[in-house]
């Protein structure tokens, strides 16, 4: 994809001198990540393109442009891009987002709404793309490919299969085809996915990858079949190997799990890193308020060791790369003129963020009007659940008393969502599995919130962190059922009952009294109030979350909603049971 200019010939008579520029910023150190070098220049726009950067004879700006900028010897990098986001996870709306992260210097994303295609299927990709347009920074769009996730271990709101590819590819701001998470189906050669690829190929989209833990020949399966991006690199060995296979790696530092330490320790010692890119994946937005969007992405590898200069082409060119955008990612002639100003390459806090050669921030305030604008999706329920009762959420084993075996998922670390099935004799009262001698134990229950489906799962999970009470989500990557942690069945009932009036979101129970609804009525996903209202909303649910025992980890917040993602090694529940991901299969809850 290539960013055309409304007039090539004016740009032209721009770049030559023979019109005016509209802009020219004079007095910086260049940042050139095509070259790695920084030097003085001046640089010149012309209707939203740079038009020439002059480094040889500067001083004459204003004969050659309308308006000038003294960049008072500041750095100029271009302007920072996302190479994978979700926006519904910061639980904000397009716009709402928009304005959040603008000032940090985020002039582009590439974004995944896969979160809001399980929800409200090819409606909710739509309500993205219309609710970004004309906004100061650009939203880019790769069309989910894995909707539901993994087909036969989940059910979500939607399907997407070629025809919804086909269909969505015709949006304006489309790219690519988002992170191909049914990664053994195309290891494999599955139809499904085979076929997806093979739409989005025909439209030219890029192809985005998710291979947590691929390897060896397994790897190169995957890469064979056409995915050649993953942002779910955990360790150094598994980054080392993926980029020396040609895969572009996306270090990721998200509100949920921080990869960009390991990632760089992996592959530090390489010559070239032009398959290395900066993401944020998840980041809500208290996180992007008080420490940043993917600026902080980049401090982070700059702090771990990364050359500033390195680091910040990873962040911009370097993504633009993978993503297939020829002109977008540096600051030279013809390319889009989104470029920051900062004082400091390793903080990276931009006094001025220009969009289309406009400025659109300045010292942390967003100048660019963003209207408020409503849209019929916001208003709309997406939560549609049953009737229930405190039996739906209560299991009963094959023995009425004493000790039976049982499947249950284990996570081993606070900070990482991957977890085990293990076998474990549990005791059983009445008819009932009791889990009150032992704090660490907890019941788990999905259930599916969309209409004509009105399955619920039961399970046991070990370690997730909780001591006591019931904490609910609608937020439950990727098909984001109703998902609920518990030791009691009334409690479980009190939670859901609450998300099922507020539309979705995220509740905290402890003694029977509700701490804390955190309302997210936009497909169960998202609030309509602005990031700063958000954030201290979050924060009140963030303590809802340590006083049910959630004090071990960084982000509380987002403990619960990748419990249920049945693409992350090896054990998750939905809404069909425990599910064995790298088996694709469903594992009774009861041993046979």
């Known amino acids: 994809m290539k960013i055309q200019p409304r007039d090539k010939r004016a740009l032209l008579r721009a770049a030559l001198g023979e019109i005016k520029s509209d802009l020219a910023i004079k007095n910086v150190q260049l940042v050139n990540v095509i070259t790695g070098e920084i030097y003085p220049a001046s640089v010149y726009v012309y209707d939203g393109f740079i038009s020439h950067v002059e480094y040889k004879e500067p001083g004459r700006e204003e004969q050659f442009a309308k308006e000038v900028v003294d960049g008072q010897g500041k750095y100029l990098i271009p302007g920072l891009i996302d190479a994978h986001e979700h926006i519904e996870s910061s639980m904000m709306t397009p716009r709402n987002f928009a304005k959040a992260v603008i000032p940090k210097g985020t002039t582009t994303v590439i974004t995944d709404p896969h979160e809001i295609g399980n929800v409200w299927g090819i409606e909710g990709v739509r309500y993205m793309h219309e609710a970004s347009e004309g906004l100061p920074m650009r939203q880019l769009i790769d ?163 990364m050359e500033p200069v390195a680091a910040i082409k990873s962040a911009t060119l370097n993504s633009a790369r993978e993503a297939g955008l020829q002109n977008l990612g540096a600051v030279a002639p013809g390319y889009a003129a989104d470029m920051l100003l900062v004082d400091d390459l390793r903080e990276l806090r931009p006094s001025h963020v220009f969009y289309a050669g406009k400025l659109v921030a300045q010292e942390g305030r967003l100048l660019a009007e963003i209207e408020d604008k409503s849209y019929p999706l916001e208003s709309a329920n997406s939560v549609h659940v049953r009737k229930l009762a405190a039996e739906d959420f209560t299991i009963h084993p094959p023995v009425s008393q004493g000790k039976v075996k049982v499947n249950l998922m284990k996570y081993y670390d606070m900070n990482l969502s991957t977890t085990d099935i293990v076998c474990e004799e549990v005791w059983v009262k009445d008819g009932r599995i009791d889990i009150s001698g032992d704090q660490d134990l907890k019941f788990v229950a999905v259930v599916n919130r969309y209409e004509g489906n009105d399955n619920i799962a039961l399970g046991l999970v070990r370690g997730f962190g909780t001591k006591t009470g019931a904490l609910a989500s609608t937020v439950s990557h990727d098909s984001h059922n109703l998902t609920i942690v518990y030791d009691n069945p009334e409690e479980a009932l009190i939670a859901a009952e609450e998300l099922a009036r507020t539309g ?16 997210l009525p936009l497909a169960g996903l998202m609030s309509l109030k602005p990031a700063e209202e958000l954030a201290e909303d979050s924060a009140v649910m963030k303590d809802a979350n340590r006083a049910l025992g959630l004090t071990n980890m960084e982000n509380p917040l987002l403990r619960i909603v990748t419990l249920a993602l049945p693409v992350i090694p090896d054990a998750k529940m939905s809404d069909m049971g425990l599910v064995q991901v790298t088996a694709k299969r469903i594992v009774p809850l009861f041993p046979e």
Not at 512 to 517: N, S
């Open 143 to 305: 069309i989910p490919s894995c909707v539901p996730a993994v087909p036969g271990l989940e059910h979500a709101g939607a399907e997407f299969g070629p025809a919804q590819i086909e269909e969505l590819a015709k949006l304006e701001r489309v790219v690519g085809l988002a992170e191909v998470m049914d990664y053994l189906d195309v290891i494999h050669g599955g139809d499904r996915m085979m076929d997806i690829i093979r739409t989005a190929e025909e439209h030219g989209l890029y192809l985005q990858g998710h291979a947590p833990f691929v390897e060896g020949r397994m790897l190169s399966a995957y890469l064979c079949g056409g995915p050649n991006t993953c942002h779910e690199s955990r360790t150094a060995e598994e980054a080392l190997e993926k980029m020396r296979s040609g895969m572009r790696v996306d270090a990721r530092d998200s509100s949920i799990t921080k990869n960009v330490e390991a990632i760089w320790s992996g592959v530090k010692d390489f010559r070239f890193f032009d398959n290395f890119c900066l993401c944020t994946d998840d980041r809500e937005a208290d996180d992007i308020l008080h420490n940043g969007h993917i600026n902080d992405v980049v401090r982070a590898a700059i702090r771990y060791g």
């Open 504 to 519: 979705g979101g995220m509740c905290a129970v402890k003694e029977g009294k509700i701490l804390h609804t955190l309302a």
